[in-house]
């Protein structure tokens, strides 16, 4: 069974910086693309990025591109989101999931991902 841990959120000034990670248990990490999404009290869950299985090829909603870099690290099994120029609006939970496809590029539709972690809070002050 696969388990997905989000850390690093807190709270932060607006254009400041933080870096999310995701700890992936169990076995093949490195097959499966994943993906990094958001949610408000209120609103649908929001696509922020997308990585393929090899790191290879990226994807960013248009609301972060420039400002945020998703990562992965195969040997530690652990997937990234580097935010900067943080606003008030990126305040959210913000949740990283996997692919359901082994071997497929990914999507920005979170009906695609099927394990999914408890999300970690980024609160962003203005």
């Known amino acids: 069974q696969v388990q997905l841990v989000e850390s690093g959120g807190g709270l932060v000034q607006a254009g400041g910086s933080l870096r999310l990670s995701c700890a992936a248990s169990g076995r093949n990490f490195d097959i499966y693309a994943m993906g990094w999404f958001r949610q408000t009290l209120g609103k649908e869950r929001e696509f922020v990025a997308r990585i393929t299985p090899t790191g290879a090829y990226t994807e960013y909603a248009d609301s972060v591109k420039g400002r945020f870099t998703i990562s992965r690290d195969q040997a530690k099994n652990t997937l990234y989101l580097q935010m900067n120029s943080l606003k008030p609006e990126d305040t959210a939970g913000y949740y990283c999931?996997?692919?359901?496809?082994?071997?497929?590029?990914?999507?920005?539709?979170?009906?695609?991902?099927?394990?999914w972690g408890r999300g970690t809070q980024v609160t962003v002050s203005s």
């Open positions: 999931a996997r692919d359901s496809r082994a071997w497929s590029g990914g999507s920005s539709d979170a009906r695609e991902y099927d394990v």
